[in-house]
């Protein structure tokens, strides 16, 4: 370490000020009422009968207003006499274990005391059938024994996926409900070739399974519910289609470019499946989601409390702490990255005592001939880019824009005693 301080402690760090970006706030804002008035539609009433028993998918993404969701959904299944189950849904992860995906959920808020419903987790599929294109498609087990299964999942742009299908529905119905055979069927062959695989599977589970339809969830960039649609099996399609392009403009997102280096504050599952959101920062499993954005280093210093030990996506980083690293129990993360095959997202980058050892090696790293003048930005994760960090240079450019506000003094940032912010 004395090596590696004598290289970087001398290394000045640039004052920063705080900024606030502006994105379409619109949001719903009653949640119960708007479920309550899509269980009224005519095509969703008719569904659901009473005393059956309704299962509903609940995946491992940290979404906007998730547990009210979820509760006011079981509400209404109960007002139709019928019995509420809640699923939890995600593939591989939880360890790929039922134990570890129902504490995933529990995590998550979903309890049973405060949806009010029993959580059944299991990890055992059925074959439904196969596709024309020779792919078996799997069918969680204990769905399969329920009256009726409702999709509930949020649709945005997928980490890495690449199509007017991307995260959503489908990807609950393939993977969530496919559970950790369906993941793997999906994945096989490399995340760039998996949008095909994933609606001719996802199109044979509609026409051959008991969903009765979807519950898709729209986000605006400050991660607050912005529209929930009630969608019929028959309208899934189309209608995920449409909404996935309405999400993309509701993306969170830098109002600037040309980054040095981005500072990120957590990574975690509950952010992003990549950890952090390749939609945001450009870089992604399988290459660039988005060339347009120009970040040179990004580094992580830590992971969330939901993600705690892993820190799938890490690998997506140039330089990282400690702190990330002496956490880290590989087996989950390994689980997930082998499943979907993402290795990249497990390397681990080069890990540095401290915070500001991580920041100050990756200002070397930049090897600019200024490094005064350095464009940096500091942000808390992905899914938080309302208010952000940016160094000094950067401050007369953003002042012209419209969309971004000045709302703190330049200071310098403050490391404690170990050197952590």
Do not use: W
């Amino acid at each position: 370490m004395d090596a590696i301080r004598s290289m970087l402690d001398n290394i000045e760090i640039p004052k920063f000020v705080r900024i606030r970006q502006s994105f379409d706030n619109t949001k719903i804002e009653n949640i119960e009422e708007e479920v309550k008035k899509q269980f009224q539609k005519e095509k969703i009433a008719s569904t659901i009968k009473k005393g059956q028993t309704i299962g509903v998918t609940v995946g491992s993404r940290g979404l906007a207003n998730l547990k009210e969701i979820v509760k006011y959904v079981c509400d209404n299944i109960k007002s139709k006499g019928a019995t509420p189950v809640i699923l939890p849904s995600m593939g591989s992860h939880g360890g790929a274990v039922a134990e570890g995906q129902a504490a995933f959920i529990r995590g998550l808020g979903v309890t049973e005391e405060f949806v009010g419903a029993e959580i059944r987790a299991g990890m055992e599929v059925v074959q439904l059938g196969t596709t024309d294109e020779g792919l078996p498609v799997y069918y969680d087990k204990i769905a399969s024994e329920l009256d009726g299964i409702i999709v509930l999942g949020r649709i945005k742009a997928h980490t890495d996926l690449d199509g007017d299908i991307e995260s959503g529905l489908y990807k609950m119905i393939v993977i969530g409900l496919g559970n950790h055979k369906g993941a793997q069927v999906m994945h096989a062959m490399g995340l760039d070739k998996a949008v095909p695989r994933l609606k001719s599977i996802a199109r044979y589970t509609l026409n051959h399974s008991n969903i009765i339809f979807g519950i898709g969830l729209l986000e605006n960039a400050y991660d607050e519910t912005s529209e929930i649609v009630f969608l019929p099996t028959s309208e899934i399609a189309d209608a995920e289609a449409d909404l996935l392009t309405k999400s993309k403009k509701q993306l969170p997102r830098f109002l600037f470019n040309d980054i040095d280096i981005l500072i990120v504050d957590e990574i975690g599952k509950n952010i992003s499946g990549n950890g952090m959101d390749p939609n945001v920062i450009g870089r992604g499993m399988i290459g660039y989601k988005n060339k347009e954005i120009r970040i040179n280093k990004i580094v992580t210093l830590d992971t969330s409390e939901e993600s705690g030990s892993n820190a799938f996506g890490v690998g997506l980083s140039d330089i990282t702490t400690k702190r990330i690293f002496n956490k880290l129990e590989t087996e989950a993360m390994y689980t997930n990255a082998i499943t979907a095959i993402a290795i990249n997202g497990v390397r681990i980058p080069i890990a540095m005592e401290s915070d500001k050892l991580a920041i100050q090696l990756a200002i070397r790293a930049v090897c600019s001939e200024e490094p005064n003048k350095l464009r940096i930005a500091r942000i808390k994760d992905t899914l938080s880019l309302s208010e952000i960090y940016v160094s000094e240079v950067l401050v007369d450019e953003l002042k012209t824009n419209e969309n971004i506000d000045i709302i703190g003094e330049l200071k310098e940032f403050e490391f404690n005693e170990s050197g952590n912010l």
